[in-house]
């Protein structure tokens, strides 16, 4: 039988349970099985029930809890002015319990430094250059080719190493199996992604000339020409 201010607390927090009301007994015997005290099993229900509030004023559903999830709702807490401060490390007990329960999805595997670098130059596609979520794939899938092709060592990512013949060994392959219009985009897709990593730092530039890429997209371009396609 459960203390008089452990079911109290539990009985608050069922009032109030959001999305994740039907958790708080499982989530009670998990953490009691883990030798969590009692006062903080009573802190950690809490926790439980004011995430399935925010979850349900968030629009948010079970499916989509997660690690930046959880990030949200500490932020949120903690921009409301809650006395009791959480850091997300905390709610990582709730999320493990969630995923061996079933309740959300496992976790995504960790991304690779390629899949990271992508993920940044997809928004700056959209962000800084305002491109239609079709061109921002498109110019995507010929970044992810290139640095697959010219910039990976034995699994290792290493755009800085990347040099102008790299560059257009990598263009004359392309121009050698698509159309001259598809050539022509390639080169602006290509002119796109060297500009993204120029302006990370993750690519130095010949002479510190910013327009390098240009010039090393000449041959390229005189390959597509000269194939007469």
């Known amino acids: 039988m459960l203390p008089a201010r452990e079911a109290s607390a539990m ?27 009692s006062q903080t099993v009573r802190n950690m229900l809490a926790d439980l029930g ?22 949200a709702f500490v932020a949120a807490r903690q921009a409301a002015g809650h006395r009791r401060t959480l850091g997300p490390r905390a709610m990582m007990p709730l999320l493990s319990y969630l995923r061996e329960a079933g309740v ?12 990271a670098l992508l993920g940044e130059y997809r928004m700056w596609l959209a962000g800084e250059r305002g491109l239609a979520a079709a061109t921002v794939l498109r110019y995507e899938n010929t970044a992810r080719r290139f640095l697959q092709q010219q910039a990976m060592d034995d699994g290792v990512l290493k755009p800085a190493g990347l040099a102008g013949a790299d560059v257009n060994a990598f263009l004359l392959r392309e121009c050698g199996r698509v159309s001259a219009g598809s050539a022509k985009g390639r080169v602006a ?12 730092g993750l690519h130095a530039v010949a ?12 041959a390229g371009r005189a390959a ?6």
Do not use: C
């Not at 069922?14 to 969590?36: D, F, V």
């Not at 002479?207 to 000449?218: N, V």
């Not at 597509?224 to 396609?229: I, L, Q, S, Y």
């Open 104 to 115: 959300t999805p496992e976790a995504k595997p960790p991304r690779t430094p390629l899949g």
């Open 224 to 229: 597509a020409h000269d194939d007469g396609r």
């Open 207 to 218: 002479a510190g000339d910013g327009r390098a890429p240009s010039r090393w997209l000449a």
């Open 11 to 37: 009985a608050g927090t069922r009032r109030k349970p959001g999305q994740l009301g039907p958790q708080i007994e499982g989530y009670r015997a998990w953490l009691a099985h883990r030798g969590y005290t």
């Open 50 to 71: 004011q995430l399935g509030l925010w979850m349900s004023r968030a629009g948010l559903v079970t499916a989509n809890l997660g690690e930046d999830a959880m990030v």
């Open 189 to 200: 897709e290509l002119r796109a992604v060297l500009r993204f990593l120029y302006l990370q």
